[in-house]
């Protein structure tokens, strides 16, 4: 399929300013609109994956700093960065990752947050039987949360397990796989556990088609761009900072376990630890990095600003540790990809019930 044509919209007169002026803009000074640019058909296509399903739900969008559907609006916010190649460079350049950025990932965000929105319009987690399948939507959510990737209880969309980390974010992860087109849910999931939610959503939409009334209208845009009024350079400021986690001890044992064969007190998990391969592990992990990166990149998404964040601190306490690569090179690459990736996950989602910054 060929790579869908983009439209950026009008010209703007910042978008030829150089890094450092242009990171003194306000945010609310750059007048996005998210008409006649990519973003209007990425929405076109997915309100027409609505229609196909018969939903007469129709959210609004508009743009933000993030993607979030508030708790009491039935709509979606998009980030501004989106609307504009300038503002994506900028974004890349200071967070290293875009969300969003590709028509196919636009999507799946986009998926996602209609999830959300029409479980606001139409008060789904209020129903026994959604709580049921997925539990109660009062739980607080975690500031982080540590997924199992080996589970079946959930389904993979987004990247980092994120339907794990909260009932309503599992919710929006089963609508949105049910919602894309040829997703072969049933065959896809055949013999999990998510089954179960993907049948239930199946049934609750096909019901939702009959013309069940919403219980919530709201037109409301909260955050929207002209509200924002912190300068770029201060909305960078607070992300990397909301991003960037504080040295912690958090991953001792695990290392431990992986690199030397003990536990937290450092005794010998087992009488026959494995051999050393002639490195420390925070050599092994330097020489290494490369392809540990490429590994993590498959399995999160992306995310690299966090990932390297927890990737150097690692290295930092291996280092510390004094602790020694130990076995099969190829499966040690492996076993710590997975490990840099829980972790790495658990910095990722922090609660988007309405706005995190």
Request: charged letters at 30%; glycine letters at 6%; a positive charge.
């Amino acid at each position: 399929m060929p790579r869908a044509r983009r439209k950026w919209g009008r010209r703007y007169a910042w978008a030829r300013l150089d890094h450092r002026a242009l990171l003194d803009l306000r945010i609310s000074e750059l007048g996005l609109r998210i008409e006649h640019t990519w973003l209007e058909s990425c929405i076109a296509r997915v309100m027409a994956e609505l229609e196909r399903r018969k939903l007469r739900f129709r959210p609004h969008f508009w743009l933000s700093d993030e993607w979030f559907s508030p708790g009491d609006v039935p709509g979606v916010a998009l980030p501004f960065y989106l609307a504009h190649p300038r503002l994506i460079r900028l974004e890349r350049s200071r967070m290293l990752y875009v969300e969003g950025a590709t028509v196919e990932t636009c999507m799946q965000y986009l998926r996602h947050e209609i999830g959300h929105a029409i479980l606001h319009a139409y008060r789904l987690n209020r129903r026994r039987r959604w709580q049921r399948n997925f539990g109660s939507s009062s739980k607080p959510y975690p500031r982080a949360y540590q997924p199992n990737p080996a589970s079946r209880r959930y389904v993979h969309h987004l990247p980092g397990w994120y339907a794990q980390s909260h009932p309503e974010e599992d919710f929006a992860e089963t609508f949105a796989v049910w919602l894309r087109p040829h997703s072969g849910w049933r065959r896809r999931y055949r013999g999990w556990p998510a089954l179960k939610k993907l049948e239930y959503v199946d049934s609750l939409m096909k019901e939702l088609a009959g013309g069940v009334r919403k219980e919530r209208n709201s037109r409301a845009k909260p955050y929207n761009l002209p509200s924002l009024r912190i300068t770029l350079r201060e909305y960078y400021e607070k992300k990397r900072s909301y991003y960037q986690p504080g040295f912690s001890g958090a991953y001792d044992r695990d290392l431990r376990r992986l690199f030397d064969g003990e536990d937290s007190s450092g005794e010998p998990l087992a009488r026959n630890r494995p051999p050393s391969i002639g490195l420390t592990a925070a050599q092994f992990l330097r020489r290494n990095r490369r392809e540990i990166r490429r590994l993590v990149a498959r399995w999160s998404g992306g995310y690299a600003f966090t990932i390297d964040a927890v990737l150097n601190q690692m290295i930092g306490r291996c280092s510390e540790l004094k602790l020694m690569a130990r076995g099969s090179e190829r499966q040690l690459k492996l076993d710590f990809a997975v490990l840099l990736t829980v972790h790495g996950m658990t910095y990722l989602y922090r609660k988007r019930e309405s706005h995190a910054m």
